[in-house]
């Protein structure tokens, strides 16, 4: 192997690493873990076994910690150049660009079942033309955007201050105002998908969505849960995000002219932010509509 001590150029030659590999198999088994879960018959595992997926799960955390770990000490050892830095922000924003349109899918769904419902008026089922003959679909009873929806929106509008506060804070040597607003953030994103969690327990119990009487409208809570849905779990990876944040701050490490990866956290979650207030203003406000009864 070249000694890479006496490469002189902007690029930083990565060293052989395990990782991929082990991510690949970890992935590997986590798909063939869910696959068990749901349908059973995986290496003679009966339907439900959790046992497959939690080591693929584990893998995969491994591989995350052992990689970022390493990302890290490159970056401490000065390995991270301009050029290099600039190809790290490159592609958190193409990560972040992908997730965009991601989400841009269940826009799309939720879209087209709010402006064209009629269509599915022209279907040969009777119950599936009374079903969509209004919106929301007949059974649907809609949420209030004016309530829990209202409060996440606010919270996640406070989210974003506070992070930019600890960015600022951190980019002008200020350690413990960064601390103390990577702290709010954190909490507010725990309350955030705690009033979340209770709105779908709401949803659930009091079958809002899905029962007898919408019994051939289940598209619209199943697109509802999918795109809120997935948010939650990207404010949940986002708080993860900050936790990790807030304990290297606490270790010592980030400086105000080195701290990429707080740069990286803030970045991800204003991305959140933002597509919560499509989700607000789309899903929950303008299509809102009324119940069909």
Request: aromatic share 16%; net charge negative; charged share 15%.
């Amino acid at each position: 192997m070249a000694d890479h001590a006496d490469v002189k150029h902007d690029y930083h030659l990565v060293n052989p690493s395990p990782w991929p590999l082990v991510g690949s198999i970890s992935a590997t088994v986590l798909a063939i873990g869910i696959v068990t879960m749901i349908k059973g018959g995986v290496f003679g595992l009966p339907k439900g076994s959790p046992w497959v997926l939690l080591i693929g799960l584990l893998g995969v955390i491994y591989t995350m910690i052992g990689w970022w770990s390493d990302v890290i000490k490159e970056a401490e050892h000065g390995d991270h150049t301009p050029v290099v830095s600039i190809g790290l922000r490159y592609g958190m924003i193409l990560f972040i660009a992908s997730e965009v349109m991601f989400f841009v899918a269940w826009f799309w769904m939720f879209f087209e079942m709010a402006l064209f419902h009629h269509d599915r008026t022209f279907s040969a089922i009777e119950e599936v033309r009374q079903a969509w003959g209004a919106w929301p679909p007949k059974g649907v009873e809609p949420l209030d955007p004016w309530h829990f929806p209202l409060i996440n929106t606010l919270t996640l509008l406070t989210s974003g201050t506070t992070i930019t506060w600890a960015h600022h804070a951190l980019q002008h040597g200020d350690r413990k105002s960064a601390k103390i607003g990577l702290v709010l953030t954190i909490l507010l994103g725990l309350l955030f998908t705690s009033i979340q969690a209770y709105e779908y327990r709401e949803i659930i119990t009091e079958k809002l969505f899905f029962n007898e009487a919408a019994a051939n409208s289940g598209l619209y809570g199943s697109s509802f849960f999918m795109a809120t849905g997935f948010h939650g779990f990207h404010v949940i990876i986002g708080t993860l995000f900050l936790i990790i944040c807030l304990l290297r701050l606490m270790w010592g490490q980030f400086t105000p002219k080195k701290h990429f990866g707080f740069e990286a956290a803030a970045w991800y979650w204003h991305f959140v932010d933002v597509v919560w207030l499509f989700l607000f203003a789309f899903i929950y406000v303008i299509f809102h509509g009324h119940p069909a009864g």
